[in-house]
């Protein structure tokens, strides 16, 4: 597996890349075996012109103001990508890995989609923790998007790629877990897009 140092993944990260977080605590460990998943957590970059690269993504926590809102909450939020990987690795322990979007370049029509999408879905809350227990232990619940009032992190990421069109749309949103979007399910994208091996991210 290829390697990259943080300053370096971050600094070459584009729009349409998917960051994957993984840890190894019990707690880490649980929830990887009771959602059948390698990974805990999943976001895609945003990298648009010369603003710093981004992470979107969908989680409890509320440590770092979104960039969106510029307020502090949990659930959707849009966050600097240096300091969202930080984060995650001092703060809860997860190691990042970088499956970088191959085939195309993102274009401005889909850059427009990403921020419909931003706009659309910042703010939606992430399920609670009850939630999750519930879900992990019966099962996800197959619901249309216009009935979810929360939405897990690979649904954000697989929602936001099928707005863009880089993900079809053939399955609903709530089929996707972070486990979808490492290389073992190998996920298929809109052609020419395709999404590479992961990097492990050194920590920096």
């Known amino acids: 597996m290829s390697e990259l140092a943080f300053d370096e993944a971050v600094a070459t990260t584009r729009t349409g890349d998917i960051w994957l977080f993984r840890g ?8 990887q075996t009771l959602t059948n998943s390698p990974v805990n957590h999943v976001g ?4 648009l012109e010369d603003m710093p690269p981004l992470l979107w993504h969908a989680e409890l926590g ?7 809102t510029g307020e502090r909450h949990r659930g959707v939020q849009l966050h600097k990508l240096e300091d969202a990987v930080r984060t995650w690795d001092t703060k809860y322990g997860q190691r990042a890995w970088l499956r970088p979007l191959e085939g195309g370049e993102v ?8 921020i419909q999408t931003i706009d659309k879905y ?4 992430f399920p609670t923790t009850p939630g999750l227990a519930r879900s992990w232990v019966t099962g996800r619940v197959r619901r249309s998007e216009a009935s979810r009032e929360t939405i897990y992190c690979a ?33 298929v994208l809109v052609e020419p897009f395709s999404l590479g091996e992961e990097i492990a991210v050194r920590p920096g």
């Open 44 to 47: 895609m970059a945003v990298a």
């Open 122 to 125: 910042s703010g939606k809350p």
């Open 155 to 187: 649904e954000l990421v697989a929602v936001t790629m099928q707005q863009m069109g880089l993900l079809p749309d053939k399955r609903p949103m709530s089929w996707y877990d972070p486990g979808k979007f490492w290389s073992g399910d190998a996920i």
């Open 24 to 31: 190894r605590s019990l707690a880490d460990r649980a929830i």
């Open 62 to 68: 509320k440590s770092l103001p979104d960039a969106w």
């Open 107 to 114: 274009t401005r029509e889909q850059e427009d989609r990403l």
